[in-house]
C-alpha cells in the first residue's frame, strides 16, 4: 500500500514593508557653499621689502652659516637649500611662497622642512616688520 505523501502547500506571505513616508532627499541649500577660502592667514601684512637690502640682511643676521642660497653666495647645509623654497612652499601647502616664507622666519617651528632638525633660531620674528619683507623679498625674488 502507497502512502499518500501529503504535500503541504505553504503559500509564503511576502511582508511588504511599507515605506514610512520618509523622503530621503535634501534640498540643497546655500550653507557650506560661501566662497571665502578656508584657510586664513595668520601672517601679519608687510610692508613693501627690498630684496638688496634683504641680502645684507641674510648675511648679518647669519642666515648664511646654515642655509644655501645662490643669490647671497652661501653653500651652508644645516638648514635647506633656499634655492628650493618655491618647491618646499608647494610641498608643504602652506599658501603662497611669500607667506611660507614670512612665516618660516617668524615661526620657524610651525612647519619643519622634512629630514632637517627643528633648529632655526625662533628670534627673528623680533625683528622689524621692514627687515622680515626685507628677507621675504630677497628670498622670493627669482
Ligand atoms: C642655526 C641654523 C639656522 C639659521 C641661523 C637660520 N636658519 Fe632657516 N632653517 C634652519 C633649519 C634647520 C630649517 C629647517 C627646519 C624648519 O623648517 O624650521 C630652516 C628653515 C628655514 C626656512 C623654511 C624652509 C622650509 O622648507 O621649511 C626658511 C625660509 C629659512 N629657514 C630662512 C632663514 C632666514 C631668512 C634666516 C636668517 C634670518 C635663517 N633661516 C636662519 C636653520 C637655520
Given at each position: 500500500?502507497?502512502?499518500a505523501?501529503?504535500?503541504l502547500a505553504?503559500?509564503?506571505?511576502?511582508?511588504l514593508l511599507?515605506?514610512?513616508?520618509?523622503?530621503?532627499?535634501?534640498?540643497?541649500?546655500a550653507?557650506?557653499?560661501s566662497?571665502?577660502?578656508?584657510?586664513?592667514?595668520?601672517t601679519?601684512?608687510?610692508?613693501k621689502?627690498?630684496?638688496?637690502s634683504?641680502k645684507?640682511?641674510f648675511?648679518?643676521n647669519?642666515?648664511?652659516?646654515?642655509h644655501?642660497?645662490?643669490?647671497?653666495g652661501?653653500?651652508?647645509?644645516?638648514?635647506p637649500d633656499l634655492?628650493?623654497?618655491?618647491?618646499?612652499a608647494?610641498?608643504?601647502n602652506a599658501?603662497?611662497?611669500?607667506?611660507?616664507?614670512?612665516?618660516?622666519?617668524?615661526?620657524?617651528?610651525s612647519?619643519v622642512?622634512?629630514?632637517?632638525?627643528?633648529?632655526?633660531?625662533?628670534?627673528?620674528?623680533?625683528?622689524?616688520q621692514?627687515?622680515i619683507a626685507?628677507?621675504?623679498?630677497?628670498l622670493?625674488q627669482?
Open positions: 500500500m502507497r502512502r505523501a501529503a504535500a505553504i503559500g509564503a506571505s511576502v511582508l511599507a515605506a514610512c513616508g520618509y523622503q530621503g532627499t535634501v534640498a540643497p541649500t550653507a557650506g557653499v566662497g571665502k577660502p578656508v584657510k586664513q592667514a595668520t601679519p601684512a608687510l610692508p621689502g627690498d630684496p638688496a634683504g645684507k640682511l648675511a648679518s647669519g642666515c648664511t652659516g646654515c644655501t642660497y645662490a643669490p647671497a652661501s653653500t651652508a647645509k644645516i638648514g634655492d628650493k623654497l618655491p618647491q618646499y608647494k610641498q608643504a599658501g603662497p611662497l611669500a607667506q611660507f616664507v614670512q612665516t618660516s622666519i617668524t615661526s620657524p617651528s612647519y622642512q622634512p629630514n632637517y632638525p627643528n633648529v632655526m633660531p625662533t628670534t627673528y620674528n623680533k625683528l622689524p621692514k627687515q626685507d628677507l621675504v623679498a630677497f622670493t627669482k
